[in-house]
């Protein structure tokens, strides 16, 4: 799958899955407007720096990176609705479709690291983060 394709993809599915949280949780918006802010943010400008598709470990856009900035001090909202499910793959979650070490590093690379111990969903950063073989 060429790179635009595997974007428009990440895109598509990016897209339909706010459409539905949005039904879904349409009762409680006025209090998570920015924690939703914050979650398409990453769905458009981060997920395919994160995602499990590409075993590439790619250094993240700048658009990526202000993201995960403006983000940082609200991260547990990010961490807590990693449980939502996406439409592809049928029955995985948000958590499910990320590299956890490409998420590291991403937060690495943008001045941005998550602290050892810090738990995101059922994920815990370890003591020492995995080597990774990046390619621009």
């Known amino acids: 799958m060429r790179n635009s394709d595997m974007k428009s993809f990440w895109l598509?599915?990016?897209l339909v899955m706010n459409v539905l949280?949005?039904?879904q949780h349409g009762h409680k918006m006025v209090a998570a407007e920015d924690c939703e802010q914050e979650l398409r943010g990453f769905d458009i400008e981060c997920m395919y720096y994160m995602n499990k598709g590409d075993p590439r470990i790619l250094n993240p856009n700048h658009r990526c990176c202000k993201v995960i900035t403006d983000a940082f001090p609200k991260l547990s909202c990010c961490c807590?609705?990693?449980s939502r499910k996406v439409v592809f793959p049928p029955g995985a979650s948000v958590g499910d479709t990320l590299s956890w070490t490409r998420v590291l590093h991403c937060f690495s690379?943008?001045?941005r690291p998550l602290?050892?111990?810090y738990k995101c969903w059922k994920f815990t950063v370890p003591p020492v983060h995995p080597p990774s073989k990046l390619l621009e």
């Open 115 to 117: 602290p050892v111990g």
């Open 21 to 23: 949280s949005v039904f």
């Open 80 to 82: 807590n609705n990693l």
């Open 109 to 111: 690379y943008c001045d």
């Open 12 to 14: 598509l599915v990016v």
